[in-house]
């Protein structure tokens, strides 16, 4: 057995019993593991301790000194007892901070990052206006004491073009000197917000405001064109008027009381704004009236600008002596006064939004005549439109909108492929948000609608200027579109069927732009589908007039694209449908083969294409099939053999009654037409063509002539050339009567020369006379008669 040395004892024992906490924990520092040889096979470490001089388990001792197993030479361990006071102990309390900001470089980020437009600065500040007459309108209602002064409630702006300011005065509830701290001293605190938070809270909760304010940012939008703002304001509920003033990229204000008697106002507000030099250009009357009638047309009380104005009259003029003794009258006769015509002027108040937000009232109170003035106005359009609706919005999303739908197209302006129209104006509480969206509220298939949209709470930014993307947007942009859908539905079922003939010369591209791209809506686009057809080629109809004429043993819809009526008339994939008085819709516009592909059907009809292959007319026979097949089936595959990659495969053909045969594509490529658009597009792809028109089926009409003398030189002469060359010929005229272009144009037009001239060979020339040096017998030598020159009057 191993024992300790005497100086590790000692040392032992010299150790200060200060550095434990509890001397029954304290751990030994030169104690090391010593296994004991005698009990080789027991796991439990035993140790020698400097302090009792015996061994100690360390199974009995582990609980109380907390020691792990293994070596802890050089560790030092505590106790639990010490672990469980540390425990004990209070957590410190986390010290609370403040977010700090530089007002300076905070204001600049409010000023010149926030807003994108520098106009939008006077309808935030007409819209704070607005708020404060409305304040005070609300509160009058419990404290009529507020309008003692007797001031009309309106919104008056005045400018000086030539010091660049601008004045905006309102008689609104104004601000005391503690309100001007809190709303214009503090960045986005909205006195606006506040206030609804009181009303929502008081027993007047369900009363309806139109209140605008919402971040508490609009007022500083003033620097965007401002050096410096002066706000002096007078509350009823203050005997004093103060004045706040504030300069751009400072981060100071001050208040003062107005102590000039020349600018003391009754109640309300005024804002002078000291335009920047660049800015200058805002201080022109008709700038600010172009802008409240963009921006604040429809807030609901009058806004006057300070306007130059003229007014006609006649002013004498003084008689010249000379002339009044050139006239001769007599001085007792009374003269006549001569007068001249001038203009005078002047400088007078005049109201700016003139024009009423009509989709505010109820629509039994508006007349046709109204909604067609307001469209005018609004729109600048001069021509009524072909249709209005006006509805409200309630439940999960409350809006009300006016929409229209124009008599005439946009010349040149719009494209039907431009999603971004200025033709949905949206509003917030009657103040224009923005005109500029690209989708969000109408698909760009109907960017051709116009209205505006006026909603109380929307997802805005702080700018008032993006409407975000939300749930609440998707639900508006669908019920705008079903309510458009209704009123283009309107015009169609009118009894006036110009009106529709109209709309659909003007807009019926786009329709069919939206079968395309908008599936969720196919049913409600299709029955305002309008297509020439072959028993109506000079008036369009509508797809469920075509279901309404259908044969009853019919269960498709049939089709064919070409470029025109006539191409499409004469095309030989009608021959049989014809015969069987079966209708065929004609899609002679280029968008409207892929329109009809997106619509894949209609009231459990399918849309068929009689120009591909496996055409079914409801009328097969397999016992002459199968004769027919017996008889041509060998004939088939000889002129396969001859086209080879040509053509995919030859088949009987269905569909025709007159031709010989025909070129039909095949089930999922592109059809002639398609191929014929494919191919014009400037940026199209050209490594798709090959792939797509790979496909061709040549059809043929066993009950043609034609055809039955090529299966007689199959059956004699399989190798006749003449045979092998007729094939070529009619391959290549069947690729051009199917709509096809030809590979080589010359080479087809060297075989129909070829064909020609075997077929006119000698039918019309006479036989060649040979040259012996005699003349025919019929011939005879004319002697010519010599006349002498006769000159005039008879003389010679």
């Known amino acids: 057995m191993h024992r300790l040395s005497r100086r590790s004892v000692s040392a032992a024992l010299r150790a200060p019993a200060t550095h434990y906490r509890n001397a029954a924990a304290a751990p030994i520092s030169s104690s090391t593991p010593v296994y004991d040889s005698a009990v080789g096979s027991d796991n439990n470490t035993r140790w020698y301790s400097a302090i009792t001089g015996g061994t100690c388990d360390t199974a009995r001792y582990s609980t109380q000194l907390n020691l792990k197993s293994g070596l802890f030479l050089g560790s030092r361990y505590e106790s639990t007892a010490a672990a469980s006071d540390s425990a004990n102990q209070p957590t410190p309390p986390a010290e609370k901070y403040e977010y700090q900001a530089e007002v300076s470089r905070l204001m600049d980020l409010i000023v010149n990052s926030l807003y994108s437009n520098k106009e939008v600065f006077l309808r935030e500040l007409i819209s704070n206006a607005s708020d404060a007459l409305d304040k005070l309108r609300y509160l009058s209602v419990t404290e009529p004491l507020l309008l003692k002064d007797a001031v009309d409630l309106n919104i008056r702006i005045q400018t000086d073009k030539d010091n660049g300011i601008i004045t905006i005065t309102d008689s609104g509830i104004g601000m005391t000197r503690q309100e001007l701290v809190d709303c214009l001293g503090t960045i986005a605190q909205s006195g606006t917000a506040k206030f609804l938070k009181a009303v929502k809270e008081s027993k007047d909760a369900g009363t309806d405001n139109n209140l605008i304010g919402q971040f508490g940012v609009g007022f500083y939008s003033a620097f965007l064109v401002s050096d410096k703002v002066v706000v002096s304001t007078k509350s009823p509920k ?57 921006y604040s047309q429809f807030v609901s009380f009058p806004i006057y600008t300070w306007q130059e104005k003229g007014i006609t009259k006649e002013v004498e003029v003084d008689e010249d002596p000379v002339e009044a003794k050139k006239d001769g009258q007599d001085e007792n006769t009374e003269k006549k006064k001569k007068t001249k015509k001038v203009v005078e002027r002047f400088w007078d108040w005049e109201l700016t939004n003139e024009t009423q937000p009509i989709w505010l009232r109820k629509p039994k109170e508006v007349t046709t005549e109204e909604y067609n003035d307001f469209y005018k106005k609004t729109f600048n359009e001069y021509s009524d439109p072909l249709a209005s609706s006006h509805f409200t919005t309630e439940g999960e999303v409350e809006f009300r909108s006016v929409l229209y739908v124009p008599a005439v197209a946009p010349m040149g302006k719009d494209d039907i492929i431009n999603s971004k129209t200025k033709n949905i104006r949206l509003y917030v509480k009657r103040v224009f948000i923005s005109d500029d969206f690209d989708g969000e509220l109408f698909p760009r298939y109907l960017s051709f609608v116009k209205g505006v949209v006026d909603s109380n709470d929307l997802p805005l930014n702080v700018s008032r200027e993006i409407l975000q993307e939300s749930r609440i947007v998707r639900i508006m942009r669908k019920r705008l579109v079903r309510k458009a859908f209704d009123m283009i539905l309107g015009i169609s079922m009118s009894e006036n069927r110009g009106d529709y003939e109209t709309f659909w010369e003007n807009f019926g591209k786009h329709l069919k732009l939206g079968c395309i791209e908008d599936r969720e809506n196919h049913k409600r686009l299709a029955p305002l589908l309008r ?136 089930k999922f490529g592109w059809s002639a037409n398609m191929e014929r658009l494919m191919k014009a597009q400037t940026v199209g792809d050209t490594s798709t063509l090959d792939f797509m028109k790979g496909r061709k089926v040549f059809e043929i009409n066993p009950e043609h002539p034609i055809i039955r003398d090529l299966n007689a030189a199959y059956k004699s002469n399989p190798d006749d050339e003449d045979a092998l060359r007729a094939i ?69």
């Open 531 to 666: 297509f020439f057809s072959s028993q109506s080629e000079d008036e369009m109809i509508s797809v469920d007039e075509y279901v309404e004429n259908m044969k009853p043993e019919q269960k498709d819809i049939y089709y064919i694209a070409a470029d025109s009526v006539t191409s499409a008339r004469n095309a030989p994939f009608l021959e049989r449908l014809l015969e069987k008085d079966l209708e065929v819709l004609y899609l002679v516009d280029p968008i409207d083969e892929v329109a009809i592909q997106n619509l894949k059907s209609y009231k459990e009809k399918n849309f068929v294409d009689i120009s591909k292959e496996d055409l079914d007319l409801g009328d097969k026979n397999e016992e002459k099939e199968k004769v027919v097949k017996e008889e041509f089936g060998q004939t088939c595959d000889w002129i396969k053999k001859r086209l080879g990659e040509k053509v995919a495969s030859v088949q009987i053909s269905n569909r025709l009654s007159s031709s010989p045969c025909v070129l039909v594509s095949g």
């Open 728 to 796: 070529d010929l009619l391959h290549d005229a069947a690729l051009v009567s199917s709509g096809y272009t030809p590979d080589n144009p010359a080479q087809l037009g060297g075989k129909i020369y070829e064909m020609m001239g075997m077929a006119l060979s000698g039918k019309w020339s006479t036989p060649e006379v040979q040259h012996s040096g005699l003349q025919p017998p019929h011939a005879e030598t004319l002697e010519a008669e010599v006349v002498e020159p006769v000159q005039a009057g008879g003389q010679k």
């Open 238 to 294: 203050s005997d004093k008027q103060y004045v706040w003033e504030g300069e751009a990229n400072a981060s100071s204000y001050t208040i003062r009381e107005e102590t000039d008697p020349e600018s003391l106002i009754p109640r309300g507000t005024r804002l002078t704004l000291y335009l920047k030099r660049d800015d200058k250009g805002f201080a022109h009357p008709e700038r600010i009236e172009k802008l409240v009638k963009n």
